[in-house]
């Protein structure tokens, strides 16, 4: 009898101790017991707690529609990681994950249930602040580079000068153009964003600068540019690198002059809008090329931002792929609780050729395969296995038994003289797969002795 | 007078945030309460408390519900009850009878939640939270004028 009260002793204290919220119910699901982090994360005491409905106590999101108390009651299997919220005593609304089992006596049948809870909005708390400190407007960043720009982005943001953005593709050039934009004192008025590359170059002129009606056949009506609709705003021209020495000219007396003209238009149209341009070309090296005019390239690198390739900053990639994760959690209503140490460690040996969009396309992709828990090297696509180099010493291994098949076959046909079909005859096979072999090998045989 | 109550089933909704029904309770003198329901699921807050103003709610009687839900709707003029617990039909027959400050429809936790709760037509802080005097010696019966003599306001 002793022995039992010890025993429960030690498991009150156990509980007591335990970080996650835990109560017990009852078939009547009246809380019987409620641990010290559950008044904490409830808000409610523990006296107030025992004898009342569990729901009254909990008040979470799934209480009257998908109790997984209940779940686990009928069920009799337990309910893992439920991500749900709570209102707490305090009025707070709380994210929780929620574990519940059910209690069975001796003789194995049910007599009620036990829930355990853990306050995830503390993990969210800190991902924010984490967020906070290594963010600037929507780019996240704990790269060194990466965050003397973000230091350097109100300073660029209050100026009116143009602004030149290099950067890889995927690496977040519109990104940096909107903190630009959304830091600056034009930020209540448009930002206007433009594919250069995207456009045919005569198309691309009349989008800009806008055309008055009769500039030419079906222009009925004035339509205002993209210039016009950015006025008092911010322009941003991505893939300038792009556009035609035409083109150049007119962007040119643009950024010289602070005027227009609309396709079939007399007169100067004035802009106020600040351009910022982009590329994921070498547009110094165009220059050299003669490619991209030297004077255009002038005055739009007024101010110039590098944009680091995400494999130069690796160190970006475990607060990317958390960013993404917690993005996709909330758009797609699902609770994957990270990655894995070992999906991880795969990532950061990769190159991400697409930066930043291409391990944001990873992770969504992951979030299809897995569905719940942890995403794994087994969720990561099969693509990046070959590129980290999974698989590189299989296709080199292939490409090798395609030398030393193509040295056999020549050598055997070289023997017969360069007649195929005893070639095929001593190799014991049909001339058409010997031909087949010769065509799929690329061999090239002597033109004077190809028949046979 | 119309009230709303939150409702899930035939009770009280635990939080009012979630609820997926309201109750509309039409009670005029000299006729027999009205009753209809309304769809209350998948709204943001100040949807929620939109809708309520637009059936011309003048009281909300509910379970749990959020600080912004409780600043809205108190600020949008609504006399809010909050921190009820029971069948609607208990419920709607203690307010009518000015009982629904007995300790047997309150919420654990109620005490503390009072603290936040805006003080404006905030009929609850009117009867006061008495929890734990209801604890030590008997509920309270306090009328829905508030008109207690010790009524903290």
């Not at chain 1, 780019?139 to 003397?148: A, D, F, G, Q, T």
């Not at chain 1, 360069?418 to 061999?443: D, M, P, V, Y």
């Amino acid at each position: 009898m002793a022995q039992n009260e010890d025993t429960k002793n030690f498991t009150d204290l156990v509980i007591e101790s335990i970080a996650d919220g835990i109560f017990t119910v009852g078939l009547d699901w009246k809380v019987a017991s409620f641990n010290l982090a559950a008044q904490e994360i409830t808000g409610i005491k523990k006296s107030e707690a025992l004898g009342r409905t569990c729901r009254e106590v909990l008040r979470a999101s799934c209480c009257e529609t998908n109790c997984p108390l209940d779940e686990a009651m009928k069920t009799g299997n337990p309910v893992v990681n439920r991500v749900v919220s709570v209102i707490d005593a305090h009025g707070q609304k709380r994210s929780i994950s929620i574990s519940a089992a059910p209690i069975r006596d001796t003789g194995g049948r049910i007599t009620g249930g036990v829930e355990t809870f853990r306050d995830i909005g503390s993990i969210e708390r800190v991902r924010d602040e984490i967020g906070r400190e290594y963010a600037c407007q929507d780019i996240l960043s704990v790269n060194h580079e990466m965050r003397n720009l973000f230091d350097l982005l109100p300073v660029y943001a209050e100026s009116t000068s143009t602004v030149v953005i290099e950067g890889e593709t995927g690496t977040g050039k519109e990104l940096f153009a909107r903190a630009l934009h959304n830091l600056s004192p034009r930020r209540t008025k448009p930002f206007i964003a433009v594919n250069c590359g995207a456009l045919p170059d005569t198309l691309l002129e009349s989008e800009l600068f806008g055309y008055k009606a009769g500039a030419f056949t079906d222009a009925k009506r004035d339509k205002p540019g993209r210039f016009a609709l950015a006025e008092g705003g911010t322009i941003f021209l991505d893939e300038i690198g792009d556009i035609s020495p035409a083109l150049q000219v007119r962007l040119l007396r643009v950024l010289q002059e602070r005027t227009y003209e609309p396709l079939g238009g007399i007169h100067p149209v004035k802009a106020d809008v600040r351009v910022i341009a982009a590329t994921n070309k070498d547009l110094a090296a165009l220059v050299r090329e003669k490619q991209f005019r030297d004077d255009l390239y002038y005055r739009l690198n007024v101010i110039r931002i590098d944009i680091p390739p995400l494999r130069e900053r690796k160190e970006d990639i475990p607060l990317l792929a958390d960013h993404f994760i917690a993005r996709f959690n909330v758009l797609q209503k699902r609770n994957i609780q990270g990655m894995s140490e070992n999906a991880l460690a795969h990532l950061m040996r990769y190159d991400f050729p697409g930066n930043v969009r291409e391990l944001e396309n990873i992770v969504e992709r992951a979030f299809l395969i897995c569905r719940a828990g942890q995403i794994t090297q087994a969720h990561l696509p099969r693509l990046f296995e070959d590129d980290a180099g999974g698989d590189a010493e299989d296709t080199e291994h292939a490409g090798s038994l395609k030398k030393v098949e193509a040295a056999f076959l020549m050598k055997a046909l070289k023997r017969n003289n360069w007649n195929r079909l005893k070639t095929a005859q001593e190799l014991g096979i049909h001339k058409s797969t010997l031909f087949r072999k010769i065509k799929s090998l690329g061999l090239e045989l002597p033109p004077s002795r190809k028949g046979g | 007078m119309k009230i709303a109550i939150p409702v899930h089933e035939n009770n009280v909704a635990t939080v009012a945030d979630f609820a997926d029904r309201l109750l509309l309770v039409d009670v005029s003198p000299g006729r027999p309460p009205e009753f209809r329901g309304e769809n209350f699921a998948g709204k943001l807050l100040p949807a929620k408390v939109t809708s309520l103003v637009n059936f011309k709610v003048d009281v909300l009687i509910c379970g749990a519900l959020s600080r912004p839900l409780a600043a809205m709707t108190v600020h949008s003029g609504i006399e809010l009850i909050p921190f009820i617990s029971g069948s609607i039909e208990d419920v709607l027959e203690a307010y009518m009878s000015g009982e629904l400050g007995d300790q047997r429809f309150l919420m654990p936790g109620c005490t503390r939640a009072m603290e936040w709760v805006p003080r404006a037509q905030c009929s609850r802080r009117r009867w006061r939270c008495r929890q734990q005097d209801a604890a030590s010696g008997g509920g309270t019966k306090k009328t829905l004028k508030g008109d207690e003599p010790d009524a903290k306001r």
